[in-house]
Structures are given as structure tokens and as C-alpha cells.
């Protein structure tokens, strides 16, 4: 199994280019927390006895983000305990959309715009994605942002 140090260097060698660290650094936490409002937009069914027009905090995004969160303990309790902490905080301000607004509508918006921004910096840096090699860089590159924002 890779170590955290292993995908980390890995995904790196796509994203050398100032610009498209940038945008990055600002489109994967967008497109993570879209892919959560998206989650939250699933109806839930039997996860839920609330009224169907009222969000709830028991949903689909929580659901998938339970071995999201053990893939990133695997690799790191420090890296698993700030993506738990994004995740929740992910989690509440979608829940505070979703009262005000069409949650599914501003997660595709939000989704389509910063999968834009991320292929055009990939375009600046002249190399292709790190997800077209292995899915798992999806998973990756909060990671390497969190890595980016908390090193030593």
C-alpha cells in the first residue's frame, strides 16, 4: 500500500505550475464540497423520517464520507482528523443552503465551474490530470491541499 508520502509525491508531479496550484487551491475544496452538496441532494428514504421539503443532517453525503474518512485514516490520523473537520463543516453550510436555496442546483453550478478552472490549469501546466492514471487522486488532492496549507 502507498504511503501518504507516496500519493502526495505522485499528484505533485502534475501540479508544478504556480497558476494551477492556485486554482487548486481553491477548485478541489469547491468540487469536494459540490460533490457533498450533491450527496445531500440524494433523497434519503429510509435514512430519514423528516418532512421531505425540510433538509437533514442524516443523508447520503454521510454516508459515503464514513470510508472516505477510513481511506484517509489509513494514511494518515492527522490528515483523516482535518478532512473529518472540512467534511462536517462541508456538511453544515450544504445544510444551510439547502434551507435557503435549491441545494442541487448550487452544487451543480459549483461543480461545473471549478471542474472548468481545474482543466484549464492542468491545460497551463501541460500535463494531464492525476485522476486519468488512478481514480484514487480524486481522493488525493484534498489531501495534498491540506498538506499544502498545514506542513510542518
Known amino acids: 500500500m502507498k504511503t501518504l508520502d507516496d500519493w502526495l509525491e505522485a499528484y505533485a508531479v502534475s501540479h ?6 492556485l486554482i487548486h487551491y481553491f477548485c478541489v475544496p469547491a468540487i469536494y464540497f459540490s ?14 423520517k423528516a418532512n ?4 437533514v443532517l442524516v443523508n447520503w453525503a454521510v454516508v459515503v464520507l464514513i470510508p472516505i ?12 482528523i482535518l478532512i473529518l473537520l ?11 443552503i439547502a434551507i435557503i436555496a435549491n441545494l442541487w442546483a448550487v452544487s451543480v453550478v459549483i461543480f461545473a465551474i471549478a471542474w ?4 484549464y490549469g492542468h491545460h497551463l501546466e501541460g500535463k494531464k490530470p492525476s485522476f486519468l ?16 496549507l498545514f506542513k510542518k
Not at 69 to 80: D, E, G
Not at 116 to 119: A, K, R, T, V, W
Open 35 to 48: 460533490i457533498v452538496g450533491l450527496l445531500m441532494s440524494i433523497p434519503t428514504g429510509v435514512l430519514s
Open 116 to 119: 472548468i478552472f481545474q482543466f
Open 16 to 21: 508544478q505550475n504556480k497558476t494551477n496550484k
Open 86 to 96: 472540512f467534511s462536517a463543516i462541508c456538511v453544515f453550510a450544504n445544510y444551510q
Open 69 to 80: 474518512f477510513i481511506f484517509y485514516v489509513r494514511l494518515s490520523l492527522k490528515v483523516a
Open 52 to 55: 421531505i421539503n425540510e433538509p
Open 133 to 148: 492514471k488512478d481514480i484514487q487522486f480524486l481522493l488525493i488532492g484534498p489531501a495534498w491541499i491540506l498538506d499544502a
